[in-house]
């Protein structure tokens, strides 16, 4: 099973300034990567896929890079609908894990 | 648009069964493949069961394995995962989720674009 690390757990920002997201693969796993939001009461919603590519809808201050086993999400600026937990997702292989998320809170 | 919407959750005994349920609509239900995807109350979450749109190709996580059955009936757009034998460890919020399909070609391999609600199972005696 490919283990999924994401860093800082938690990540206090003040609205309008830039977060940085981490999420380590413990073996690559190409650009098969997602990256979703969740907030409190609400089920996951897809942000990156292939590591880079925003789905649908997403604003453009939501930006995803990497590949292999290092990935980075960055919110350029963030606004107050963007205060919630963020999980990375590998899709890999047939088992695909998450990791265990970072909570983006008010500082 | 595209909707899932899960239900059957409940407070169950450990050992015994339940039976989820999701239903698709707003996208070609049989072509797609899905997932039955589980979160503990506060925890993160994790990827328990595929099944290809013919039901032809299916997955489980360990955990589940044994225990768990997922299914389909593509003329009434529904998903089904049967547990047996549930545990406390099983206590979690139930999310059916789609994978995506690019071009006509639909892969287990591939992200989830879009997720239902969740069903609220508990297992507790």
């Known amino acids: 099973e490919i283990v999924m690390t994401q860093s800082p757990a938690t990540l206090s920002v003040s609205p309008g300034e830039r977060a940085t997201l981490s999420c380590r693969a413990s073996?690559?796993?190409?650009?098969?990567l997602a990256w979703f939001l969740q907030k409190p009461g609400q089920s996951p919603r897809l942000l990156i896929y292939?590591?880079?590519t925003r789905a649908p809808g997403i604003p453009a201050r939501f930006s995803g890079s990497g590949s292999g086993t290092e990935f980075t999400l960055t919110i350029s600026s963030l606004q107050s609908e963007d205060f919630a937990v963020y999980y990375c997702?590998?899709?890999?292989?047939?088992?695909?894990?998450f990791g265990g998320g970072t909570k983006v809170e008010i500082k | 648009q595209v909707q899932l919407v899960e239900s059957g959750g409940g407070l169950v005994k450990p050992g015994g069964s339940l039976r989820l349920s999701c239903v698709g609509s707003?996208?070609?239900?049989?072509?797609?493949?899905l997932s039955w995807i589980r979160q503990a109350p506060g925890k993160g979450l994790e990827w328990i069961s595929f099944?290809?749109?013919?039901?032809?190709?299916?997955h489980s996580a360990d955990s589940v394995k044994g225990r768990f059955t997922i299914s389909r009936d593509n003329a009434k757009n529904s998903l089904y995962l049967q547990m047996n034998n549930l545990r406390a460890e099983d206590t979690a919020i139930y999310y059916c989720?789609?994978?995506?399909?690019?071009?006509?070609?639909?892969?287990?391999?591939?992200?989830?674009?879009?997720w239902g609600h969740g069903t609220l199972v508990t297992v507790s005696s």
């Open positions: 099944l290809s749109g013919s039901s032809s190709y299916t």
């Open positions: 707003g996208f070609t239900f049989k072509n797609y493949f």
């Open positions: 292939g590591a880079s």
């Open positions: 997702q590998h899709y890999n292989d047939w088992s695909p894990t």
């Open positions: 073996q690559g796993v190409g650009s098969n």
């Open positions: 989720a789609r994978v995506f399909c690019s071009g006509g070609v639909c892969r287990m391999q591939n992200y989830f674009d879009s």
